[in-house]
């Protein structure tokens, strides 16, 4: 993908998902909120425990936790926290020994996680903005990283998984989501640039 286009679609992301932070109850070309997490198997009484801003701008992929391994005191990385309801998940998880760095490009998306943090109460995250692909962090941080559906959004693909081999100590584990075609398009359907997030 030329620079460019890749310059575009950062934009595009950028603003389609600070909207959705920032009103999360709007109309959004992907799916955002309680419902759409309870669809992907969280559960209502975890989700009822949590400050209701944190599902109401949730926007990932699938449910981390069904199969994410958390040892307690574990240091965690959730790349592309969005409104940071993996994240306060993933604190209870590891519990008061252990921490998580939650990050994510939109400084909207952070505003909420940092509301949805304070509300919860909980001491052991720690918000950075910060692109994917050039993380601020340093080498073998994390024990655990948890991506939900950031490698469509960025083209920057083989740097991000470049980041996670980095800042994953060795041995540590990666647990991560997206959604994947099953099948090629059909012949002569046109692929535009809002497609990316529909």
């Not at 400050?51 to 391994?69: C, E, K, Q, T």
């Not at 998306?109 to 001491?123: C, E, P, R, T």
């Not at 994953?168 to 002569?188: C, D, M, N, T, W």
């Amino acid at each position: 993908m030329d620079a460019e286009k890749a310059k575009h679609l950062r934009i595009g992301t950028h603003q389609a998902y600070s909207a959705a932070a920032q009103n999360p109850s709007a109309e959004h070309p992907f799916p955002v909120g309680e419902a759409f997490a309870l669809s992907l198997g969280y559960s209502q009484e975890l989700l009822v425990s949590l400050p209701p801003r944190a599902a109401a701008a949730f926007s990932g992929v699938a449910n981390l936790h069904s199969f994410a391994v958390i040892p307690p005191g574990s240091v965690v990385l959730d790349l592309g926290c969005g409104g940071g309801l993996d994240s306060l998940i993933a604190a209870r998880r590891t519990g008061p020994s252990g921490r998580v760095i939650a990050v994510d490009f939109s400084s909207a998306m952070l505003a909420g996680a940092s509301q949805s943090i304070k509300d919860s109460i909980s001491v052991n995250i720690e918000l950075v903005q910060s692109d994917a692909e050039t993380l601020p962090l340093s080498n073998g941080l994390a024990d655990v990283a948890l991506v939900n559906g950031i490698f469509n959004l960025n083209p920057h693909r083989e740097a991000i998984f470049r980041e996670l081999s980095r800042v994953v100590r060795r041995g540590g584990q990666l647990f991560a989501a997206e959604l994947i075609l099953k099948s090629p398009l059909p012949p002569g359907t046109k692929s535009e640039d809002e497609d990316w997030f529909a």
